[in-house]
């Protein structure tokens, strides 16, 4: 007759143990990196938000519309600015629009925005200037406490 044999408690317990070092080890090598790519994108943005605080002054020279489009003339009086959030608001809604194109410190640029006649009601009645700060590869800030409003004179 053939007798049968198992693992012996001894060598169970050390493979049990083994196996479970492993995994932690993993867990906790999958988990530094994940919690380094929060710590340094929360770190951006609270730099970003100070920098928005102190850094960023802008200021709207003019403004025009025509068939869909905002044209802006943005000055920046501090920081390089590197994108806007324009609100175009109308007699019925308001229309929001991203752009990436900046102004350089001390300069001076138009920007041309495309807006939603729909949503708007028809003319603009004023247009919200929020500056953007870039955090990263496609990651922007936006600075609502910077906010400048243009008036559009109703003819």
Request: proline share 4%; charged share 20%; net charge positive.
């Amino acid at each position: 007759m053939m007798k049968k044999r198992g693992v012996s408690p001894l060598i169970a317990t050390v493979l049990l143990i083994g196996f479970v070092v492993a995994a932690a080890g993993v867990a906790m090598l999958w988990t530094r990196g994940f919690v380094e790519e929060i710590q340094e994108k929360q770190g951006a943005q609270g730099g970003a938000r100070l920098s928005c605080a102190t850094d960023i002054q802008i200021g709207v020279r003019e403004a025009s519309f025509g068939s869909g489009i905002v044209q802006v003339t943005v000055e920046n009086y501090k920081q390089r600015v590197d994108g806007f959030i324009f609100v175009v608001h109308g007699p019925g809604g308001t229309s929001s629009e991203e752009s990436v194109t900046g102004v350089d410190a001390g300069g001076l640029n138009q920007i041309q925005v495309d807006y939603d006649t729909i949503k708007t009601g028809g003319n603009p009645q004023k247009v919200d200037v929020i500056p953007r700060i870039k955090l990263g590869k496609g990651a922007y800030q936006p600075c609502p406490d910077k906010k400048i409003t243009w008036n559009f004179k109703i003819q």
